[in-house]
């Protein structure tokens, strides 16, 4: 089982970036899978999680500008990035539970070693 992260990089203010997951061994249909962010300085938090059943939004910030979406038969998970803000750089993790999405980092059991997003000019 393994979480591979792709697709970060750095951005200019206003611009786009798709991050991908890749979910090795983990069938994308039983697993909810989420990304999660952690900024310079401050704690990991939860931006968007996917599951069979819905789709969660934990940071009002992001609505209207990132979306999540998979593509089971490659086991894939991505998160498109629009309107990117300086305030949306950090780290950003996939990471994997069973069934459905939890607003609670730790119900989360695998993790991607993350993928670096700047955004500045």
């Known amino acids: 089982l393994q979480l591979v992260e792709s697709g970060g990089g750095l951005v200019q203010p206003g611009g786009s970036l798709r991050l991908s997951c890749a979910t090795s061994?983990?069938?994308?249909?039983?697993?909810?899978i989420g990304w999660f962010r952690q900024a310079p300085g401050k704690e990991r938090e939860g931006v968007l999680c996917?599951?069979?059943?819905?789709?969660?939004i934990y940071v009002d910030s992001v609505k209207g500008r990132f979306t999540i979406s998979r593509h089971s038969a490659r086991n894939m998970v991505y998160l498109q990035m629009n309107g990117l803000k300086p305030e949306d750089t950090g780290v950003y993790y996939c990471?994997?539970?069973?069934?459905?999405?939890?607003?609670?980092?730790?119900?989360?059991?695998?993790w991607g070693p993350g993928t670096q997003v700047t955004v500045s000019s």
């Open positions: 996917i599951s069979s059943r819905d789709t969660t």
């Open positions: 990471a994997s539970k069973a069934l459905s999405c939890s607003d609670k980092e730790r119900d989360f059991n695998l």
């Open positions: 061994g983990v069938t994308s249909d039983y697993y909810a």
